[in-house]
């Protein structure tokens, strides 16, 4: 039996796509991601329901399949798994009755049972990585207990489950062992970690753990939340050169009527001290955010505030998101006031504001060297990353050597030029 599993979403989906794939291998099944081979017997599709655009895309990647199997084609199974099968099960089935299955974020174990006669073990039971060899996901938790109004992530996975300290630890020893350079710890909210189970925040223990004791060359934190988050991580990251000098934290806006009725916990006055205290205490960081406008409120004052927020904070990378009104969530019975026209033209100034400031931090960077990781090779050249940059989201170092690089080691790269999103570099020389 051959299984190809096409994974939407987020990198916290990735996981889990990487642990089904698991479980079938071991049984037997011969699994692929996201291929484009005509030749499976069955295509799971995990699914993506956070905002509409990604629900779009899942229902438009689930017709397509149905498509291809009524031609007569393989897949001859077509199963549906994930975020917007949780959110919308019931009246999935009604509308693509073609589809084999339909399973949610909790029913892991009947999804492998429907495809191999084999019981679901644990989250992170023999994964098989999708990733490129040399980095992989850490999943530290599950579920989330924030009560941001737009978000459905609460309603999906629900309430917040930190997995014990010990049990990552030895997964992430295990994947430096087979070969990852990096290691990138996600979750829903990555700073609430050991709260339910510790009773307090262990973002910072489990760090220094990590660092000490997996010997991984890079460790990146991915998923912060900005409220109430715990000083001690950033002090082990400090300590620790194999903790990549990164946060992404999600900020969404800055003025405080908006982030109240966002129920961020925080105001502006909060998010410019926390800020400011990641760059005192860590002056070499990149901080990654994203924003949200169009959200019910923001009128012109407060876009404005934003604009201008952005202009000021001088952040590394950023992303900006139109809102968009999510059933059963707090702030949908606010509705949508706010023309997507509108939502589009803030976007598009927002990004132009950035790309000026990504340009001017990428051109100091000129004449530098920085130890840079080789994810792939294209033509002649080689992309890599620094340690400010993630995969999939962020900026990327074209680099050019006379000699063959080896594609997942580290090399120390000379910055020759800079774009907005990206640098040139050669490799230094030895």
Not at 5 to 13: A, E, H, M, Y
Not at 199 to 220: F, K, Q, S, V
Not at 242 to 247: A, L, S, V
Request: aromatic share 8%; charged share 25%; glycine share 6%.
């Amino acid at each position: 039996m051959k299984v190809n599993i096409v994974t939407l979403g987020c990198s916290k989906n990735v996981v889990d796509s990487e642990n089904v794939a698991g479980h079938l291998s071991r049984n037997g099944i011969e699994v692929r991601f996201d291929s484009n081979r005509t030749d499976w017997d069955i295509c799971i599709v995990n699914t993506c329901g956070f905002i509409g655009d990604a629900k779009i895309e899942s229902i438009n990647t689930l017709l397509e399949l149905v498509q291809v199997k009524q031609r007569g084609r393989k897949p001859r199974k077509i199963i549906a798994v994930g975020c917007l099968i949780e959110r919308y099960k019931k009246e999935l089935k009604a509308e693509i009755p073609e589809i084999d299955a339909f399973y949610g974020v909790h029913e892991w174990k009947q999804l492998i049972q429907s495809v191999v006669d084999s019981q679901w073990q644990s989250l992170a039971s023999e994964r098989l990585q999708s990733t490129p060899r040399h980095y992989a996901y850490l999943k530290i938790s599950e579920g989330c207990n924030r009560s941001c109004s737009y978000c459905a992530i609460p309603l999906i996975r629900g309430k917040h489950v930190s997995r014990p300290i010990d049990d990552l630890v030895a997964e992430a020893k295990d994947m430096v062992v087979q070969g990852v350079q990096e290691i990138i710890v996600i979750a829903q909210d990555t700073t609430y970690y050991g709260m339910d189970l510790y009773g307090r925040r262990c973002l910072g223990e489990l760090l220094e753990r990590l660092a000490t004791e997996t010997r991984a060359p890079w460790i990146r934190l991915h998923y912060t939340y900005p409220t109430s988050f715990p000083t001690d991580a950033i002090e082990v990251m400090q300590r620790h050169p194999n903790i990549c000098n990164y946060i992404d934290i999600p900020l969404q806006h800055i003025n405080s009527n908006i982030l109240k009725s966002m129920q961020r916990g925080i105001d502006r006055e909060g998010t410019l001290a926390l800020l400011q205290q990641f760059r005192q205490l860590m002056p070499d960081v990149a901080i990654r955010t994203t924003l949200i406008v169009g959200y019910p409120g923001e009128g012109e004052d407060e876009y404005q505030e934003l604009k201008q927020f952005v202009a000021e904070a001088q952040f590394d990378r950023m992303g900006v998101f139109a809102y968009s009104p999510e059933e059963g969530t707090p702030s949908y019975h606010l509705g949508d006031p706010i023309d997507e026209e509108i939502k589009q033209q803030r976007i598009d100034e927002l990004m132009a504001i950035q790309e000026k400031i990504s340009l001017a931090k990428n051109e100091a960077k000129i004449g530098r060297t920085f130890k840079t990781l080789i994810d792939r090779r294209e033509g002649e050249f080689y992309i890599g990353r620094t340690e400010y940059d993630s995969p999939e989201v962020d900026d990327e170092v074209v680099v050019s050597s006379d000699k063959p690089l080896h594609v997942g080691r580290f090399y120390n790269v000379t910055i020759t030029d800079a774009m907005e999103n990206d640098l040139m570099g050669c490799v230094e020389e030895s």
